[in-house]
């Protein structure tokens, strides 16, 4: 028969005495193999983001100085009366499409009434509201109340016409206040 050549015995101190099979073993290995890269791989990663936390700082304290610039020039005195007066503006130009939108024009009405104020009477206030009309004069002379107050009365287009008259130093102050009727 075959002779088989007897193998010296030893005891190997370098191999581990413990089973492949145990879990905590297998966590070494891995941690001694890719944990080790991992862990590199995040200190990489966290050193590049408080690097980059300088960066981004920079910049943001650059876009608040840039703001404060331009909010330092926005708090002049020009721009504050500027922005005022555009806001005015705004707010009447809003005014008038809501208005020009919703009311009758009674431009006509204004331009009848103003025409037939005799030359000799100084119009100093005049309101519209609704229909009915309240103006205020100075006159030098009370004829030309009289023809007026007449000319007004007699008017068809005109009703509950009436005239407060006082004098005032040298001039007379008439305050006028009527209704036009209804067309139709």
Known sequence: MLKRRKQPKFINLLDPVYSPNETFVKVYEWLT??????????????????????????????????????????????????????????????????????????????????????????????????????????????GDVRIYESSLKENQQYEDVTFNISKEESDIKVTISFNIKEAG
């Open 33 to 142: 193999s890719v944990g080790k890269y991992l862990l590199i791989t995040v200190e990489i990663i966290a050193l590049a983001v408080f690097m980059s936390r300088f960066v981004l700082d920079k910049k943001n304290n650059d876009l608040t100085e840039e703001i404060n610039d331009k909010t330092a020039i926005l708090n002049t005195e020009p721009w504050k009366t500027n922005n005022v007066l555009y806001q005015n503006y705004h707010k009447l130009l809003s005014d008038v499409s809501v208005v020009s939108g919703k009311q009758e024009l009674n431009s006509s009405i204004v331009s009848e009434i103003v025409s037939g104020i005799p030359l000799t009477l100084s119009l100093q206030s005049f309101s519209l509201h609704d229909r009915r009309i309240s103006l205020t004069f100075s006159a030098g002379n009370l």
